[in-house]
């Protein structure tokens, strides 16, 4: 079945943490903040996990640069955690599809529809990513798709071999502890994961940040 482009981008501390240990997460310099909002810009949809939401309340809307349009924002979140404040709900901006499981609350289900979001359930108890993407691709013609964290979400699509190209931002600073950019159960060893091939290596404007760009071979 045919699936969008996936685009993981992140920026991670040298040590590979995208957040602190208490949730802290601004790591892009200006500079890089506006090159992720032409991404944002690029793509038609932007896909985050419940926790980025929960901790953070982004917006997700490409407004540091001329977009033509604002990307679908897509939550992925199996027991519909998130809450009914958040700003992909309330900002209509944009339009939201939060993609959820059986195992979600119906009322808050009915409340988010009712608050104009779209609410997919797929999974009994776990959201199946790759079904997700071929419904995007098929029914909202979604060819372009940028992960925006988090670490959680991103294990789950590299595991899963449904991303395409990882763009990590490393930034001048130690956290020592915190959510990696890619959270997991882990691979054993070099042979089980993806092979990754480097697209291309550029110093930031701001010349403290290196930004990396690889592709994910596939098969
Ligand atoms: N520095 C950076 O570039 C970024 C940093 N972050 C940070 O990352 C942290 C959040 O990362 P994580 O804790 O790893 O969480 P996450 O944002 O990856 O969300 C994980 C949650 O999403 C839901 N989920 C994901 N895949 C699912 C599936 N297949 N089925 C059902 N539910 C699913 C579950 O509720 C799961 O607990 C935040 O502190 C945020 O600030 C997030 C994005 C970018
Ligand atoms: N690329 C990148 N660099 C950082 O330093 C970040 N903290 C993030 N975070 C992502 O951007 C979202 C915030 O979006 P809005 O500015 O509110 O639109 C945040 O939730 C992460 O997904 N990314």
Known sequence: ????????????????????????????????????????????AIMVGANTVINDDPSLTPRYV????????????GKLRIPLTAKVITNKEAPTIIVTTEQSDRNKTAQLMNMGVEVWVMGKERVNLRDVLEKLFTEKGVKRVLVEGGGHLNWELIKEEIADEIRLTI????FGAGTSFIEGEGYPTTMEGPRLRLKSVNICECGQEVVLDYTIEKG
Do not use: Q, W
């Open 66 to 77: 001329k977009a033509i349009k604002n990307p679908i924002r897509v939550i992925i979140d």
């Open 171 to 174: 930034s001048p600073y130690v």
């Open 1 to 44: 079945m045919p699936k969008p482009y996936v685009i993981i981008v992140s920026a991670a501390s040298i040590d590979g943490r995208i957040a602190s240990k208490t949730g802290y997460s601004r790591l892009s310099c200006p500079f890089d903040l506006r090159r992720l909002h032409e991404v944002r810009a690029s793509v038609d």
